[in-house]
């Protein structure tokens, strides 16, 4: 079964700081790996996709994320935080087509910015 | 890509009652799936809905409960049955495009059960 571990429930920077968003996850073959961001009270934004490739994708808004399977993770960043970026973001991992492609999505990382 | 509607967009129940929630895709897709979110939480998935059969449940849903209909490649409904203020959440819709590589979500539906 696929899993997803986002390891920090808060996080707080400060406007124009650097962010990384931690990401780990376990699967049996290839995952394929999404970003999600959740602003108050509004529905999930794709961020971003790896499916294969390069390991280091582009997003919306700024944001890339870097897949490294000995690690097996996915995280996040970003190189300056605007004040608008506050937000949940939620890391998830996809079966794919051969596991129906469901979608398991971690708990959430709350992002502050300090202004 | 798919656009995805879902009705009713938000509701308040009373205890006891059962709410049937309606997901329309506007192209066809090939998995679909319920999931929940509830207050402060993650998204959970519920089931899969199949095409023509049963829907497939996670291990802690069973169908009594949240009874699944999918008769047609592009719409499906979710029934949250005898309702209780535990099941006060975000019911989303989720599916997977023809290239299996796209996922579109719907809007979500916001209950309030009281």
């Known amino acids: 079964a696929q899993s997803v571990t986002q390891p920090d429930i808060h996080i707080t920077v400060s406007e124009g700081a650097s962010l990384e968003l931690r990401c780990n996850y376990s699967?049996?073959?290839?995952?394929?790996l999404f970003w999600y961001v959740q602003s108050p009270g509004q529905g999930l934004q794709l961020l971003l996709k790896?499916?294969?490739?390069?390991?280091l994708v582009q997003g919306i808004k700024g944001f890339e994320a870097e897949f490294k399977r000995s690690q097996s993770s996915f995280n996040l960043r970003k190189p300056s935080v605007h004040w608008s970026d506050a937000a949940e973001y939620f890391c998830?991992?996809?079966?794919?087509?051969?596991?129906?492609?469901?979608?398991?999505f971690g708990t959430g990382t709350q992002l502050k910015v300090e202004l | 890509s798919a656009v995805i509607s879902q009705k009713p967009s938000r509701d308040i129940c009373q205890r006891g009652t059962s709410l049937t929630i309606q997901c329309q895709v506007d192209?066809?897709?090939?998995?679909m799936f319920w999931y929940r979110q509830q207050p402060g939480q993650s998204l959970t998935l519920i089931a899969t809905?199949?095409?023509?059969?049963?829907?497939?449940?996670e291990s802690g849903f069973v169908i009594d409960k949240f009874p699944i209909s999918r008769p047609n490649l592009t719409f499906s409904t979710l029934t949250v049955s005898n309702m209780s203020p535990e099941d006060s959440s975000i019911y989303l819709c989720?599916?997977?495009?023809?290239?299996?590589?796209?996922?579109?979500f719907g809007p979500g539906t916001r209950l309030t059960v009281l």
């Open positions: 790896y499916f294969s490739g390069d390991t």
């Open positions: 989720i599916s997977t495009g023809l290239a299996y590589n796209e996922q579109f």
């Open positions: 998830a991992v996809g079966a794919g087509p051969g596991g129906g492609n469901k979608l398991t």
């Open positions: 699967y049996g073959a290839t995952p394929y």
């Open positions: 809905a199949n095409q023509g059969s049963e829907a497939t449940y």
């Open positions: 192209s066809q897709v090939t998995m």
